[in-house]
């Protein structure tokens, strides 16, 4: 089906909420399902286009849990096997990054479950689905940036990089006071805890 996603190379554009994502988001889970077999993964919808309401980039976030200690390589293969092209850590140490689409449209981040790469990428999601007014504000901020910045991606970056992490520490907050409410102890943070790249948000 036709679709909004795609962005070019070196520029900063937002599009505005699809409702078209979340099917297109399953439809691609089903696509790297297949080439993954037995492989034990979990796939969510993160990033922008995640958010009900929320503008975005053009391109489709996923991140991909694989169990703790599982091997890199026999995911490297099957996600290769689906089209993506693999790009490293790219900066942020425990995720794999793939990418796929000319001009790309599907981005693919593999982690451990349960590392802190993994529980930034939900709790930022949940936060931004269950606060409309915090995402509403988020939104007008990238609104404001891309204007501003509509070929310096890296300076949109930095420049969205503090509001981001702000909203990640109140996620964070909210998901520890509904453990502490359901009695359950609040997780450690672990070793290979880092900042999450919300490049997509």
Not at 55 to 72: E, H, N, S, T, Y
Not at 84 to 99: A, D, I, K, L
Not at 135 to 145: G, P, V
């Amino acid at each position: 089906m036709p679709h909004s996603l795609g962005l070019e190379r070196g520029v900063v554009r937002l599009v505005e909420y699809d409702a078209r994502w979340p099917a297109l988001f399953d439809v691609e889970c089903q696509r790297i399902r297949d080439k993954c077999r037995l492989l034990p993964l979990r796939l969510e919808h993160v990033g922008g286009t995640a958010i009900p309401g929320m503008c975005a980039k053009p391109v489709l976030d996923i991140v991909a849990g694989r169990p703790l200690g599982a091997p890199i390589f026999d995911y490297v293969v099957a996600f290769k096997g689906a089209g993506y092209e693999h790009r490293g850590e790219q900066g942020v140490p425990g995720r794999e990054f793939f990418r796929r689409g000319q001009p790309r449209a599907y981005h693919l981040h593999l982690v451990e479950q349960g590392r802190v790469v993994w529980r930034d990428y939900l709790a930022f999601r949940d936060y931004l689905r269950a606060h409309p007014d915090a995402a509403r504000d988020f939104a007008n901020l990238k609104r404001y940036l891309a204007a501003r910045f509509p070929r310096d991606r890296e300076a949109y970056i930095d420049a969205k990089s503090a509001p981001v992490h702000a909203i990640l520490r109140l996620a964070i907050g909210a998901a520890y006071q509904a453990l502490e409410a359901c009695g359950r102890p609040q997780p450690k943070r672990d070793p290979l805890g880092s900042p999450t790249d919300h490049r997509n948000e």
